[in-house]
C-alpha cells in the first residue's frame, strides 16, 4: 500500500514537473541565439497582416523573398491571421507578443497611435527612401497629433462603379455619369427580386463620402454629426431606392456576402466597389462580363472613398533597425513595385504608379482616376463607435423600419451617449 | 495516531490533485477573479496599461446604458421562448424514439446530426436559407403562407436566429433524455397499465415526474446556453447587432465593448458579471420550483 502511494505521488510530480518544463523552453532557445551569433548576427523579423487571396501570398512572398535576398542576414517570418484580425493584434500586443511589422488599417490608426503602441518612424527615414513620393493624403492617414508618421501605406483603393456589359446592352442603357442617371437605371434593370439595379452597401464605410456630399459633417470634433438634416438629404436617395423604387438591395437579401459576390451572381447589375472586386470577379465568375466607371457625381461633384493599410512598427520591438529595414523595402520603389505589379492593389508611390501604368488600364484607370478626390476612410479615433451606431441604424432605415431622420438621430444620440461614458 | 494518518491521506490527495488545482486556478479561478478586479477600474490595456479604480462606475452606467438594456432584453426573450420549446420537444423526440418503432436507431442518428455540426456553419448555411430567394421562403411560397425578409427585417431576425438554434440544440438534450427513459422499469407501466391508464396517462403521470431531475438539468443547462448567445447573432449581423439592434445580446454587446473600443474593458467586464449574476439568479429560481433533491 504505501510503496504504491508513494509512487503515485512520485508520477504526479514528474507529470507536474514536465507541465512546467513544457512552458519553459529556454534551453532550446538559448542554444539556437548561440549558432545564430556565428553567423555574424542573424535577425528574425515577424510581420503580420491578414490573409489575400492565393495569388496576393504569392506575390508578397515574392516580394519578401527578394528582400531577404538584398539582406542576407535577415529573415522574415511571414504570420497570417485569417479572422478578426484587429482583436488578435491588440491582444497579443497587450501580452507582449505583438509582431515586430504588421499591417495597420487607416480607420483604426488614430486610436493605435493614440495609445503609444506604434513606433514614430521619422528618424529612421534616409534622404533615398524618398518620402515625397508618396500620395499626400494617404501618408496624412497614419499621422499622429504630434505630426509624426506612424506608418508607411502599403497600398490603396478607391470604389469604382462595377456594372454588368450584358445587362446594360440588353436594357440599351449608357454608364451612368451622375447619381440620377444611376437611380434610372437601376430602375430599369431591376427584374423583380432576380436581379437588382443596385446592389447597396448599407454601412458607413462605403456611404461616407455620400453623407458628406451636401455639405453636412458625419464626425465633428470627434463626436456623431450625422443627423445633420443636411447628410439626411444626401442619404435619402439610397434608402427611397430601396423603398420606391425597389431597384435596389443589400447583398445578404440575396443570399451574398458581399457586393462583388452578389454581382457575380448577377443578382446586382451594378455594385459601387474596390480594387479588390477586379481580381475575384476574374477567378470566381469569369462569364460576369463587366466594365468599371467613375463613380457618378452627385449635383456634378465627384466623390468616392478611398482605403488605405500600412506598415507599422512594433514599439516594443527589439529588432528595430531589422523591421525598419523591412518596412522601407516594402514601402519604398523596388520593394512597391514588386507587391503591386499584379495590380491586386495600387501602389500609394507616384512614381510606381506612374511606372505601372494602371492609370491606362481598362479596369482600374476609373480607380486611379479616383485618387485625387477620394475621402480617405478615417476620421478621430472614435469612429468605430460612430461606424457601429450608425450602421445599426442605417439599415433598418434602408428596410423601411423606420424614417432615416428617426434612425439616425437615434443612432447618433446613443453614439455620444456611447463616446462621452468612455 | 489515527490523526497523523489522516493528514497523511489529505496530503497524498492534494498532491495528487496538484496538476488539476493548478491548471484550474491558472486558467479558471485567476481570470474569474481578474475580470471582477477589472469590472471595478477603468481599463486601458493597450500601450501603458493603466487601471484606475472607479468604484461602482461601470456598473451604474450599465443602468443608463440603452444598447445594455435593448441587449437585455433581446436576451431575455430568447431565453424565455428558446428553453422551453426545446426542452418540450426534446422531451416529445425521444418519447417517440423510445417507443420501440422500426428503423428507431436511423431516426436516432438523424436527429441527433445538427449537433454534430459547428454552429458557425450551421449559421452559414441557415444564411443562405434564410435569404429572399432561398429554401425556407420557397416552401413558405408553396405552402400559400407569407414569406419573410428573415434576415434585414429586424422583427423576425431575432425569431430566425430562435427557431435555427431550437433545431439544432433540441437533438442535444434529446439524447440525455433517451438515457433517462431507458432508466424507467418496465413494472411502472405495466402497474399504470393495470389500473387502466392508455399511453397519454403513461407518459404524463409515469415518464415526466420520473424524468423530473433530467428536465431541470436540461433546463439549467438550456438556461446557461442561451443566456450566452454569440455566434449566431454575431454572424447574422455581421457583428453590429443590427438591423435596428434587434440581434444585439448581451454577449455581443461584451465583446464590442471589450475588443471593438478601445479603453471600455473595464465596462464590458462589469457587464459580464452583471450578465452572471442574471444567469445565476435564473438558476436559483428554476431549482426553487422545481424542488427537487438535486442530483448534481
Known amino acids: 500500500m504505501k510503496k504504491k502511494q508513494w509512487f503515485a505521488v512520485g508520477m504526479s510530480t514528474l507529470l507536474f514537473g514536465s507541465v512546467l518544463a513544457g512552458c519553459g523552453g529556454e534551453e532550446k532557445t538559448a542554444k539556437n541565439e548561440e549558432k545564430s551569433e556565428k553567423k555574424e548576427e542573424q535577425v528574425e523579423v515577424t510581420i503580420a497582416g491578414w490573409g489575400g487571396n492565393p495569388m496576393e501570398q504569392k506575390l508578397l512572398k515574392q516580394t519578401l523573398d527578394e528582400f531577404e535576398k538584398t539582406y542576407p542576414n535577415i529573415k522574415v517570418k511571414h504570420e497570417v491571421i485569417s479572422d478578426q484580425y484587429m482583436d488578435v493584434i491588440k491582444t497579443r500586443l497587450i501580452g507582449g507578443e505583438g509582431p515586430d511589422v504588421f499591417y495597420l488599417d487607416a480607420f483604426e490608426a488614430p486610436a493605435m497611435i493614440g495609445t503609444g503602441v506604434l513606433e514614430p518612424l521619422d528618424d529612421y527615414v534616409t534622404e533615398d527612401f524618398d518620402i515625397n513620393d508618396f500620395e499626400k493624403p494617404l501618408l496624412d492617414a497614419f499621422k499622429g497629433p504630434d505630426g509624426k508618421i506612424y506608418g508607411f501605406p502599403k497600398d490603396y483603393s478607391t470604389l469604382a462603379l462595377f456594372y454588368n456589359k450584358k445587362m446594360f446592352a440588353e436594357a440599351g442603357l449608357d454608364v451612368p455619369k451622375t447619381w440620377d442617371e444611376l437611380r434610372e437605371a437601376a430602375k430599369k434593370l431591376t427584374k423583380g427580386t432576380e436581379v437588382y439595379g443596385f446592389g447597396a452597401a448599407p ?128 514601402t519604398g520603389k523596388e520593394g512597391m513595385k514588386i507587391w503591386t505589379s499584379k495590380g491586386f492593389a495600387l501602389p500609394t508611390r507616384k512614381s510606381v504608379a506612374a511606372e505601372l501604368g494602371y492609370d491606362k488600364d481598362e479596369l482600374r484607370a476609373a480607380l486611379v482616376a479616383g485618387a485625387p478626390y477620394a475621402t480617405v476612410w478615417q476620421n478621430g479615433t472614435n469612429l468605430p463607435i460612430i461606424m457601429n451606431n450608425f450602421n445599426n441604424q442605417f439599415v433598418s432605415a434602408f428596410l423601411g423600419e423606420q424614417p432615416l431622420d428617426e434612425a439616425l438621430k437615434k443612432a447618433q444620440d446613443i453614439a455620444n451617449k456611447e463616446i462621452e461614458a468612455k | 495516531m489515527f490523526r497523523r494518518q489522516r493528514w497523511k491521506e489529505a496530503g497524498t490527495a492534494y498532491t495528487l490533485l496538484s496538476p488539476t488545482l493548478f491548471v484550474l486556478l491558472l486558467f479558471v479561478i485567476g481570470p474569474i477573479l481578474f475580470a471582477i478586479y477589472l469590472s471595478f477600474h477603468k481599463v486601458q490595456l493597450l500601450g501603458t496599461a493603466s487601471f484606475q479604480f472607479v468604484g461602482f462606475d461601470n456598473f451604474t452606467r450599465i443602468l443608463d446604458d440603452t444598447r445594455a438594456k435593448i441587449a437585455l432584453w433581446n436576451t431575455a426573450k430568447y431565453v424565455a421562448i428558446v428553453v422551453p420549446t426545446q426542452t418540450m420537444l426534446a422531451l416529445v423526440l425521444a418519447a417517440t424514439l423510445n417507443a420501440g418503432l422500426k428503423g428507431e436507431k436511423f431516426f436516432r442518428i438523424v436527429y441527433f446530426l445538427p449537433t454534430l455540426t459547428s454552429s458557425a456553419v450551421l449559421t452559414l448555411i441557415f444564411m443562405w436559407m434564410y435569404n429572399q430567394n ?52 418496465d413494472s411502472l407501466y405495466e402497474a399504470a397499465e393495470l389500473d387502466g391508464a392508455n399511453a397519454w396517462h403513461k407518459f404524463w403521470y409515469v415518464t415526466v415526474p420520473y424524468l423530473k431531475p433530467v428536465t431541470s438539468f436540461v433546463i439549467i443547462m438550456g438556461l446557461i446556453g442561451t443566456f450566452q448567445l454569440f455566434d449566431q447573432s454575431y454572424i447574422f449581423s455581421g457583428g453590429s447587432g443590427g438591423p435596428n439592434n434587434a440581434t444585439l445580446t448581451v454577449v455581443l454587446l461584451i465583446y464590442q465593448y471589450a475588443f471593438k473600443s478601445l479603453g471600455t474593458m473595464g465596462y464590458a467586464a462589469a457587464l459580464a458579471f452583471a450578465l452572471a449574476i442574471v444567469i445565476l439568479l435564473a438558476t436559483w429560481l428554476q431549482r426553487k420550483f422545481s424542488k427537487e433533491e438535486s442530483l448534481y
Open chain 1, 203 to 330: 454601412e458607413l464605410a462605403r456611404l461616407y463620402y455620400i453623407a458628406e456630399s451636401k455639405g453636412g459633417k458625419v464626425v465633428t470634433d470627434n463626436k456623431a454629426s450625422f443627423a445633420d438634416p443636411k447628410v439626411v438629404e444626401a442619404l435619402q436617395p439610397i434608402v427611397d431606392m430601396r423603398l420606391k423604387d425597389k431597384s435596389a438591395a443589400q447583398p445578404s437579401e440575396v443570399g451574398a456576402g458581399w457586393g462583388g459576390e452578389m454581382f457575380g451572381q448577377q443578382k446586382a447589375a451594378m455594385v459601387i466597389e474596390g480594387n479588390w472586386a477586379i481580381p475575384f470577379l476574374q477567378e470566381t465568375f469569369p462569364n460576369t462580363e463587366f466594365g468599371t466607371a467613375e463613380v457618378p457625381t452627385i449635383d456634378g461633384k465627384k466623390g468616392t472613398m478611398a482605403y488605405t493599410v500600412a506598415y507599422v512598427m512594433n514599439k516594443d520591438s527589439q529588432k528595430k533597425e531589422a523591421a525598419w529595414k523591412l518596412i522601407s523595402f516594402l
Open chain 2, 134 to 185: 432561398g429554401l425556407v421562403n420557397h416552401v413558405l411560397k408553396f405552402l400559400g403562407l407569407p414569406t419573410y425578409n428573415w434576415l434585414g427585417d429586424p422583427s423576425v431576425a431575432l425569431n430566425a436566429i430562435m427557431i435555427m438554434n431550437i433545431w439544432s440544440t433540441a437533438p442535444f438534450f434529446m439524447v440525455i433524455y433517451l438515457a433517462a427513459l431507458q432508466d424507467i422499469p
